[in-house]
């Protein structure tokens, strides 16, 4: 086996050590229906499932405590979830057993999958391969792994988000343009335990890498906060989220 790269080795660390954190989040996700983001924007708005998965073979690349790969079990399909800790997926395994859902597991990086070329009609991930994995190499492996005509769907963080959060302070997104948008890619950070990487794409490189990975894009979201207030969550206030997509989601169709 190939050495991690430094940024997936560290997220694998971050994760297992979070991962009694998201329990919680991940039993109550499993019990209901689809929602989406930070604000929670229901499955009827955005239809990012298909409503009858029947005999389809999918893939969550990233699936952490794997609600989402249980709601796809849920409507039929087939599911393979994928995930870079293993403590997450130890809560994942209790929760689909839990709940009568046949899912197979695989601790892996979402750049590198064990499964051959051409294996799965859709693939889908929230916050997993598409913020913590490096797009020039994840969004190809998930081309290499969907059958002609699977849908890729992922959601993440919006480029605002990087161009307005200070990286050196535990604080929301500001009102402010803190970075330069051009040249974005892998955006380290360091707050002490915290340390780490993700990563975050201009919108043409996005749709340049997308043509170059042998996709076509079937729609693009930008989330708005439905509710303005002053909640905040992770890294973004309730008044911003209504004011600025916090969050898009690329929805994909491999050619």
């Excluded at 974005?184 to 340390?195: L, P, S, Y």
């Excluded at 979201?221 to 439905?226: T, V």
């Amino acid at each position: 086996m190939s050495e991690l790269p430094d940024y997936v080795q560290k997220s694998r660390e971050n994760w297992d050590r979070w991962a009694p954190d998201w329990v919680e989040l991940g039993e109550r996700a499993w019990r209901q229906e689809p929602d989406w983001g930070i604000w929670a924007i229901p499955e009827s708005e955005l239809s990012l499932l298909p409503e009858d998965m029947t005999g389809i073979d999918a893939i969550e690349l990233g699936c952490g405590t794997a609600y989402i790969s249980g709601w796809m079990a849920r409507r039929g399909a087939r599911v393979v979830g994928v995930d870079n800790s293993e403590k997450q997926l130890e809560t994942a395994r209790r929760l689909a057993a839990e709940h009568e859902a046949d899912i197979e597991f695989i601790h892996c990086n979402a750049e590198d999958v064990p499964y051959p070329d051409a294996s799965f009609d859709f693939a889908i991930s929230e916050y997993g391969a598409s913020i913590w994995a490096d797009p020039y190499k994840w969004i190809p492996e998930a081309a290499r792994l969907l059958r002609p005509g699977g849908e890729l769907v992922f959601l993440g963080n919006h480029p605002l988000i990087a161009l307005t959060q200070p990286r050196d302070a535990d604080v929301p997104a500001t009102r402010e343009l803190l970075y330069p948008y051009f040249g974005m890619h892998r955006i380290d950070w360091d707050e002490g335990d915290e340390a780490g990487a993700d990563f975050h794409l201009t919108i043409s490189s996005w749709i340049r890498l997308f043509g170059d990975a042998g996709f076509e894009i079937v729609a693009y979201h930008e989330l708005q906060n439905p509710d303005p207030g002053d909640e905040v969550r992770f890294f973004v206030d309730a008044n911003w989220a209504h004011d600025f997509p916090s969050e898009q989601v690329w929805h994909l169709r491999r050619r």
